[in-house]
């Protein structure tokens, strides 16, 4: 049994202990937000990301410490390998910090990426980069980006000059649009002996730049996109000696996979593996970060995960479908907020496709 240490508190947090307790393991997290949601199911410490002296002694008592949330400073996190074991080791988060050096990382690794431009330190570079990129791109910030915040689609000059006064303040980099057919991601984990496995490709559909529904059955990607992703994924855990698991979004364009992601850690396109595999990929990072035995991953029903955004369900009527599952994260309702996500498993995927389709009616999207 080992005493671990989360830094932050939020849902993959809560439900990586939900997923550790039952293996003997305690857990205490740390995160500046005193309502986190995990705070009922170990101890919390509040505090700041970047106070190492707080960070240091909440790791002291840890026998080991791992993140939920990838924007802790690099820095932070290695001063915290001198008092307890880290995992991931704190290189990982160099790369999925900065989306340029992520790009970089990716692509020194083999695996495409969207066409880009960095840095943008101008409106003038800014409008020559659209222009090579083929006219329509999109400008992001470096970092502390997420669900589509602190992005803007360029398409022309007055676009660009108007997304230079909002943005212009902050590092950039211009993408060009990647015309894809579908979005997946690929969850991996990875032992401290070497063994890697992956979960089975999810198909992801964003609305409002938020995920929306995750689907684990892709019959038309089939099994070498599978193993394309899972060779990418492992040659990227490989080359950063990663223990834990892994998560990277990709594009799918024809038979192509472009990355366009990656997050060091348990992922919300990956929630339907508590209901859907043998082993949830919270289970996986758990054993894999504390030296149990893990295993190829197996999925043993058809499933689909909604995200609730912005408001609460109505239990009774969720719940009304048989085969789904309510998860809720113990937040306050706020537009646009995560609150929780109901999970459809189904013995085949005809079948749960069509209630998919009728529950998601009953799913909060406030935004
Ligand atoms: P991100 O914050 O990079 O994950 O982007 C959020 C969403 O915006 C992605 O899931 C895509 O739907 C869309 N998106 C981001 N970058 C690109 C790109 N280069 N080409 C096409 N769509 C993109």
């Known amino acids: ?41 170990g101890a919390l410490t509040v505090g700041a990301f970047d106070d190492v002296e707080r960070l240091l002694s909440f790791v ?42 992520e790009k970089q990382f ?21 409008l020559e980069a659209v222009h090579q990129l083929g006219g ?15 992005q803007r689609v360029i398409r022309n000059e007055e676009d660009a000059h108007a997304a230079w006064k909002d943005m212009g303040e902050a590092e950039l980099i211009l993408e060009g649009v990647v015309p894809f ?21 999810t198909e992801n559909v964003h609305r409002d730049g ?40 990709f594009f799918v364009v024809g038979n192509r996979l472009i990355a366009n992601e990656i997050a060091p850690r348990v992922h919300n396109s990956g929630h339907w593996t508590i209901d859907g595999c043998y082993t949830s990929q919270f289970e996986a990072h758990i054993r894999a970060i504390t030296g149990l035995p893990l295993h190829p991953i197996k999925q043993h029903t058809a499933a689909t995960m909604i995200n609730i955004v912005g408001s609460l369900p109505d239990p009774q ?24 996500h109901v999970t459809i498993c189904m013995d085949d995927d005809y079948e749960r496709d069509a209630v998919a389709a009728q529950l998601e009616a009953c799913v909060p999207w406030v935004v």
């Open 181 to 201: 057919d579908r979005e997946v991601s690929l969850i991996a984990v990875r032992a401290a002996n070497g063994s890697c496995y992956s979960f089975p490709l």
């Open 106 to 126: 990716l692509q020194a690794n083999g695996i495409e990426t969207a066409p880009f431009v960095y840095p943008v330190p101008t409106v003038e570079v800014l």
């Open 210 to 249: 938020i995920l929306r529904r995750s689907t684990a059955h892709l019959p038309s990607a089939g099994y070498a996109l599978q193993q394309a992703a899972a060779a990418n994924v492992h040659g990227l855990m490989d080359a950063l000696h990663y223990v834990g698991v892994l998560t990277v979004e």
């Open 1 to 41: 049994m080992s005493h671990i240490g989360v830094i932050g508190a939020g849902q993959l947090g809560r439900m990586l202990a939900l997923a550790g307790l039952p293996l003997g393991h305690q857990f205490s997290f740390y995160d500046p937000n005193p309502l986190s949601p995990a705070r009922s199911v």
């Open 60 to 101: 002291d008592d840890c026998d080991v410490v791992t993140y939920e949330f990838e924007n802790v400073p690099v820095s932070v996190a290695e001063a915290l390998t001198e008092r307890s074991i880290v995992l991931p080791n704190p290189s990982a988060l160099r790369f999925s910090q900065h989306r340029a050096t």
């Open 317 to 340: 009527e969720v719940l009304n479908f048989s085969g789904t599952h309510l998860h809720l994260y113990d937040k306050a309702p706020r537009r646009g907020r995560k609150l929780g």
């Open 136 to 150: 329509t791109a999109i400008l992001k910030t470096c970092t502390l980006g997420y669900d589509g915040k602190g």
